[in-house]
């Protein structure tokens, strides 16, 4: 079991294929052999960082911004914040809006985790370390579907 730590938040979708028990524990270990301990303070969001994305990012009192900046960094002075975007997404049209392509839906997932952890850092130079985790669900039509973790390079 690894250490609880504030200073590490996280951010992730309430779809319920990632909330489960062995789905927390899978992405827990994922991120402790890569040295990232487990996180303090969580974000559940529908569609977790897209807002962040956005070509007119919201930053009024309900913003996933506001809740990131007030509670994980004002907070909680998180440093490290895990970023998670994962394929077949509700919040985009599901695995459908890619026209059943899976390697687009990465693809897409790809893009918006590394625009999101850009941003991240040019907004909130006290986090010294964006982890950006793509979350791959290949069987769509399984209620607990193994997931695959990728952790994406900030730049290509
Ligand atoms: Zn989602």
């Known amino acids: 079991m690894g250490k609880f730590h504030s200073h590490i938040g996280k951010v992730i979708c309430v779809d319920e294929r990632l909330n489960t028990e062995k789905a927390q524990v899978q992405l827990r270990d994922f991120l402790e052999t890569r040295g990232i301990g487990?996180?303090?303070?969580?974000?559940?969001?529908?569609?977790?960082?897209?807002?962040?994305?956005?070509?007119?990012?919201?930053?009024?009192?309900f913003s996933l911004y506001q809740g990131i900046k007030?509670?994980?960094?004002?907070?909680?002075?998180?440093?490290?914040?895990?970023?998670?975007?994962?394929?077949?997404c509700g919040?985009?049209?599901?695995?459908?809006?890619?026209?059943?392509?899976?390697?687009?839906?990465?693809?897409?997932?790809?893009?918006?985790?590394?625009?999101v952890a850009k941003r991240l850092h040019e907004w909130f130079p006290s986090v010294t370390h964006v982890?950006?985790?793509?979350?791959?669900?290949?069987?769509?039509?399984?209620?607990e579907p193994d997931l695959e973790f990728e952790l994406v390079k900030e730049t290509v």
């Open 70 to 88: 007030g509670a994980m960094i004002d907070l909680h002075h998180v440093t490290t914040l895990v970023i998670t975007m994962h394929t077949d």
């Open 91 to 115: 919040r985009q049209g599901g695995r459908a809006a890619f026209n059943g392509d899976a390697e687009a839906d990465k693809e897409a997932q790809r893009v918006y985790l590394r625009r």
């Open 131 to 143: 982890v950006p985790v793509l979350i791959h669900i290949a069987d769509t039509n399984a209620a």
């Open 38 to 61: 487990r996180a303090g303070a969580l974000a559940s969001r529908a569609g977790s960082v897209l807002e962040l994305a956005q070509d007119e990012v919201p930053k009024g009192d």
